[in-house]
């Protein structure tokens, strides 16, 4: 007779007791999601925000319940291949987990998770070390901001962070073009204090579906 799967024997990694009973957590929250709910999808996402995200959790509570953690530890949950897996094609879905993702359990409809998906974005000011999704440039002379002329008390803070700017009779002005950001190039933290300062959001939170599973089907997306 076959051995059942909801039997199977979860090692892990050796780590101090509170760790390991939080990993165990994980893993034991995790089949029991498999049991509550109808689907599990994989999802990507990219310039994470946490407050914005909570708003999504809020939103899918009753219907749904979202894991980011450990990606090895999620791993084990769902099984690193056939034999560990605790459901049929879970371990599928492990071998995808791999860079910035997480789990979503949900009875929402396919069609209704897609377009949760699909509306979720946010706009946010870039971080130091993201690359820039395009050039920005400034040209000579004087210097308007998203409210209007820059007051003249910010020219210090522009030239120290790398801008080169002069008062021209109270008003602050560039001396040559400049370019704020480049496309494809890492931002400095100067960088990213100028894009704040002249209101350019470059950051777009936003997540993305890679695979579905159920007990019927696994498919990616």
Excluded at 53 to 61: A, G, I, Q, S, T
Excluded at 100 to 113: I, R, Y
Excluded at 151 to 166: D, Q, S, W, Y
Aim: some cysteine; overall charge neutral; proline content about 4%.
């Amino acid at each position: 007779m076959p051995k059942s799967k909801r039997n199977r024997v979860v090692t892990l990694a050796k780590v101090d007791k509170k760790g390991r009973e939080r990993k165990e957590g994980l893993v034991n929250s995790v089949g029991e999601c498999l049991d509550q709910y109808k689907a599990l999808y994989l999802f990507r996402y990219e310039n994470m925000r946490n407050d914005k995200f909570k708003e999504l959790r809020e939103k899918c509570r009753d219907t749904s319940r979202f894991f980011l953690g450990s990606n090895k530890v999620l791993q084990i949950a769902l099984g690193k291949s056939e034999a560990e897996e605790p459901r049929d094609n879970t371990h599928r879905v492990a071998e995808r987990l791999k860079g910035f993702c997480g789990l979503f359990f949900t009875n929402m409809e396919q069609e209704e998770v897609e377009q949760v998906f699909a509306e979720f974005e946010e706009l946010d000011y870039a971080r130091t070390g993201m690359v820039a999704p395009e050039t920005i440039q400034m040209d000579a002379g004087p210097i308007h901001g998203p409210m209007g002329p820059i007051a003249h008390t910010m020219e210090p803070t522009l030239r120290e962070n790398g801008m080169p700017t002069k008062l021209n009779k109270g008003i602050v002005e560039l001396v040559s073009d400049f370019q704020l950001c480049k496309e494809g190039q890492q931002l400095s933290p100067e960088q990213v204090v100028l894009l704040r300062l002249f209101d350019h959001k470059l950051a777009k939170f936003k997540l993305q579906l890679d695979c579905m599973w159920t007990t019927k089907e696994f498919k990616l997306l």
